[in-house]
T-cell receptor
Framework: AQTVTQSQPEMSVQEAETVTLSCTYDTSESDYYLFWYKQPPSRQMILVIRQEAYKQQNATENRFSVNFQKAAKSFSLKISDSQLGDAAMYFC???????????????FGSGTQLTVLP | DGGITQSPKYLFRKEGQNVTLSCEQNLNHDAMYWYRQDPGQGLRLIYY???????QKGDIAEGYSVSREKKESFPLTVTSAQKNPTAFYLC????????????FGNGTRLTVT
C-alpha cells in the first residue's frame, strides 16, 4: 500500500515571502499522480496543483509550483509571494494510475498547517 | 452550477442512533467517495463507488454503510456500531479517469454525544 508523509505539521511564512512544504511518498508503481490540496478554515478541499509521474517537468499554477523528484519520491510545494489567503491546511495526496479496485482512491498525508504572517 | 452538495453542514445525534449523511452531485461523475477527517490527521477513506449499484469498503468501513442507487447520490449511514463517530465527513467525486482529481463537497460535521 502507498503511504504519504508530510513531516511538517506546522509552517509559517511572512507575507510576500516564499515557503516550501515537504511531501514524500512510498510506492512500487512507476505511473501515478500526485496532488496538493488546500483546506482553508471553511474546510472546503481545493485542488492546488497536480503532477503526473511520467512528466519530468514540474507543474506550475501561478504562484504555486512543485519540485517533483521521482527517484527520491519527493513532491514538495513552493508558494511564492505568499498571501494572507494562502493560510490553510495543505494536504499532499497520491493516486495510482491502476484502474482496478481501490487504486483510484487518493491516499493523503496528515497535512501541514500554514500560517501567513502579515 | 455543477457541484457536490452535502447536507446538513452540522449534525448532532445521541449515542446509539443511526444517522445518514447526504451527498448529491450534478457533475455527472461516475465515482464517489466518503472520507473521514479527524483533527491532526489526513483524510481516510470509508467507502467508494465507481458505478451505480456497486460500492467497496475503504480503509475504515467498520460501523458505516452506503448505497448507490442513483448516479447522483451516495448517502452514508453512520451506525451505532461505529465506536467513535464524531468527525468531519467529506464526500468527493471524480470522472474516474486516472488523471482526474477529486472534487469535494463542503463536508458535514457530525457530533455524537
Amino acid at each position: 500500500a502507498q503511504t504519504v508523509t508530510q513531516s511538517q505539521p506546522e509552517m509559517s511564512v511572512q507575507e510576500a515571502e516564499t515557503v516550501t512544504l515537504s511531501c514524500t511518498y512510498d510506492t512500487s508503481e512507476s505511473d501515478y499522480y500526485l496532488f496538493w490540496y488546500k483546506q482553508p478554515p471553511s474546510r472546503q478541499m481545493i485542488l492546488v496543483i497536480r503532477q503526473e509521474a511520467y512528466k519530468q517537468q514540474n507543474a506550475t499554477e501561478n504562484r504555486f509550483s512543485v519540485n517533483f523528484q521521482k527517484a527520491a519520491k519527493s513532491f514538495s510545494l513552493k508558494i511564492s509571494d505568499s498571501q494572507l489567503g494562502d493560510a490553510a491546511m495543505y494536504f499532499c495526496a497520491y493516486r495510482s494510475s491502476i484502474s482496478s479496485g481501490s487504486a483510484r482512491q487518493l491516499t493523503f498525508g496528515s497535512g501541514t498547517q500554514l500560517t501567513v504572517l502579515p | 452550477d455543477g457541484g457536490i452538495t452535502q447536507s446538513p453542514k452540522y449534525l448532532f445525534r445521541k449515542e446509539g442512533q443511526n444517522v445518514t449523511l447526504s451527498c448529491e452531485q450534478n457533475l455527472n461523475h461516475d465515482a464517489m467517495y466518503w472520507y473521514r477527517q479527524d483533527p491532526g490527521q489526513g483524510l481516510r477513506l470509508i467507502y467508494y463507488s465507481q458505478i451505480v449499484n456497486d460500492f467497496q469498503k475503504g480503509d475504515i468501513a467498520e460501523g458505516y454503510s452506503v448505497s448507490r442507487e442513483k448516479k447522483e447520490s451516495f448517502p452514508l449511514t453512520v451506525t451505532s456500531a461505529q465506536k467513535n463517530p464524531t468527525a468531519f465527513y467529506l464526500c468527493a467525486t471524480t470522472l474516474g479517469l486516472y488523471n482526474s482529481p477529486l472534487h469535494f463537497g463542503n463536508g458535514t460535521r457530525l457530533t455524537v454525544t
